[in-house]
């Protein structure tokens, strides 16, 4: 980009203080350090956990957190008005060229803008209902079309969340792929880490449609042919509108005899979460469905050893049996299989954690991800 272009990021999960920032959010925090060395103007907008408004710069990047809504109903609505507002202030300041959010983020936008609308699909509403087996809800589904319609371009962080999107939406919306990446110098080998012999590792949201159930599950298994395995379980609850914590239900459905065996560490900062992969044995990442993981990027970056379903993002990131090994995450019996063959077996583990590292640094390399990213902006402007 021949002069400094601006692009503002919508997000709410961008990291922060005492705070779990979320995949989505480490990722737009790890792209917009790149693009400012680039010398491209970013900023970031999204909804605060408190009821403030709060600035805050994160080296050259500008967060803006606009206060938690107060509305019980049409929430969404308010709040999109709300950043449309802090868009408006903005662009008075520093002419916005992009505006990049999610599947969702424009539904009320209006459809002309003086800057383009891009779409960056890590897995929608009608995605994840669809794929999960569940109807999409009458007016989040029609809030996502509608976004769909209003937006100028898209970017899909696999090929399949890609093309099962315009299959499920019934829109045949032009999109490119780049996958998501991690900070390899961030996350990578930690040599002098001391690994815990036989302690597995599940990072992420703590919810059914991670397959932590069948995890859980798949520990009495396990422990018949390695009595000291523990499985540790690092991420934030999932709690329904009707306040039914999912790790308090996890909790009555494993015998007194394994809840040794179990540990739930909860919600962890994510420059913590680190820690947790350099000891562990194995990462374990059973989701029953996903875009392009960041968590499973962060374990195969990491060069540790990775057991991931056999979803369509997940064929598209790990080579089975090459670079790691993929499980059918609705079998606590398969589950248990391939983490007692790798439990068992260090050679092969060492094998497939080597070989992650490897092709994390040739396929999703920071620097290969980053110049797609600018070239994908670059294209937008001239248009």
Not at 104 to 128: C, D, E, M, Q, S
Not at 240 to 262: A, F, H
Not at 292 to 316: D, F, H, Q, Y
Request: proline share 3%.
């Amino acid at each position: 980009m021949n002069k400094k272009k601006h692009i503002i990021y919508l997000t709410n999960e961008y990291p922060k203080e005492g705070l779990d920032g979320g995949g989505i959010g480490s990722f737009v925090q790890f792209l917009g350090h790149g693009l400012t060395s680039k010398n491209i103007k970013i900023s970031v907008i999204g909804i605060n956990n408190i009821n403030k408004d709060e600035h805050e710069k994160d080296k050259e990047i500008d967060i803006y957190r606009l206060a938690r809504s107060k509305w019980k109903f049409g929430k969404f609505y308010q709040n999109t008005q709300r950043i449309l507002s802090k868009i408006e202030e903005i662009n008075k300041l520093y002419k916005v060229d992009i505006i990049e959010g999610s599947e969702l983020n424009f539904a009320f936008f209006p459809k002309k803008t003086t800057y383009k609308k891009v779409i960056r699909l890590h897995g929608g509403h009608h995605f994840f209902a669809i794929e999960l087996g569940k109807k999409p809800a009458l007016w989040r589904g029609f809030q996502e079309k509608r976004s769909f319609n209003r937006a100028d371009n898209y970017v899909a962080v696999s090929n399949y969340v890609g093309n099962q999107t315009q299959k499920h939406l019934k829109i045949n919306f032009p999109f490119i792929t780049i996958y998501n990446t991690v900070n390899t110098n961030k996350f990578k080998p930690n040599l002098s880490a001391s690994i815990k012999k036989n302690q597995l590792l599940f990072v992420g949201t703590v919810c059914e449609k991670k397959g932590i159930r069948q995890l859980v599950e798949s520990i009495a298994i396990i422990k018949k042919k390695i009595n000291n395995v523990h499985l540790k379980i690092v991420g934030r609850d999932w709690v329904s509108r009707d306040g039914v914590s999912y790790v308090s239900y996890l909790k009555t459905i494993i015998p007194k005899e394994l809840k040794k065996n179990i540990e739930f560490v909860g919600a962890v900062a994510h420059n913590k979460v680190t820690n947790y992969i350099d000891e562990a044995h194995l990462c374990i990442f059973p989701s029953h469905m996903e875009a392009m993981p960041i968590a499973w990027l962060e374990g195969l970056a990491k060069g540790k050893t990775v057991i991931a379903a056999n979803i369509g993002p997940g064929r598209e990131l790990i080579k089975d049996n090459k670079t790691g090994v993929l499980v059918d995450p609705y079998s606590p019996e398969d589950i248990a299989k391939k983490i007692i063959l790798l439990l068992t077996n260090n050679e092969k583990a060492f094998f497939l954690a080597k070989e992650a590292r490897i092709d994390i640094l040739d396929r999703f390399s920071p620097q290969k991800i980053l110049d797609k990213n600018i070239t994908f902006y670059n294209s937008i402007l001239k248009n």
